[in-house]
């Protein structure tokens, strides 16, 4: 069974803080990471993709990857209170793209 | 308009019935997938397909049927649905195959089953 653990909050962070959420996974091969945002009762809409070890940058967000460590996060700088919602981190399986997995994703809390 | 469309949004059932819940995608994407969200477990994959004709198992498919005459529809089927099929149900779709390709989803179907 492969595993993606997030911390399930809630997260609060004053407005313009930094954000800071995390992912771990179990799956040593696992090849693509995707941080996805979900508000209340939608869908989630992706926000960003990594798969190589180190930072990814996009406007306010960053991803970062470590895969000797099987970890991957996701800042969001300059928090507004738009950005509060869950955050779910999904993995693939190992060979196989169209496998994934998502941890139970955490919620985030941006305090005007 | 283009996207990708669940049909219903939203149902209620009773325990052995049958039900399907529909997908529908625009984009002409070959690959379509269907998630199923309870609290506290996040998304897990029911089944995929790759292309018409073409469907695999994902985390959890039991008690789920999956077809797909059609590149842009990919419907899924409650055989005999049980409460524990009480979920939030996401299609997604995605262009090909190769690691950098995003999921798109649709809106989702809420299902309870009594």
């Known amino acids: 069974q492969k595993e993606v653990e997030q911390n399930s909050g809630p997260l609060s962070v004053p407005e313009g803080a930094i954000a800071s959420l995390n992912c771990t996974y179990s799956d040593r091969g696992s090849q693509s990471f995707f941080w996805y945002r979900q508000y209340s009762g939608k869908s989630p809409e992706l926000i960003m993709s990594i798969y190589s070890n180190g930072d990814k940058e996009d406007g306010r967000f960053t991803a970062q990857l470590n895969k000797a460590s099987q970890y991957v996060s996701l800042l969001i700088r300059d928090s507004q209170p738009s950005d509060s919602a869950t955050y779910l981190c999904a993995v693939n399986e190992a060979y196989n793209f169209n496998k994934f997995y998502f941890g139970s994703g955490t919620k985030l809390n941006v305090k005007p | 308009d283009a996207g990708i469309t669940q049909s219903p949004r939203y149902k209620i059932t009773e325990t052995g019935r049958q039900v399907t819940l529909m997908c529908h995608q625009t984009w002409s994407h070959s690959y379509m997938f269907w998630y199923r969200q309870d609290l506290g477990h996040g998304l897990r994959l029911i089944y995929y397909?790759?292309?018409?004709?073409?469907?695999d198992k994902g985390e959890v498919p039991d008690g789920y049927v999956v077809s797909r005459s059609k590149t842009e529809n990919f419907p899924l089927t409650l055989e005999s649905a049980t409460r524990s099929q009480t979920s939030v149900y996401f299609c997604?779709?995605?262009?090909?195959?190769?690691?950098?390709?995003?999921?798109?989803f649709g809106p989702g179907t809420r299902l309870t089953v009594l």
């Open positions: 397909s790759a292309a018409a004709d073409i469907t």
């Open positions: 997604a779709s995605r262009a090909s195959g190769g690691a950098g390709n995003e999921q798109f």
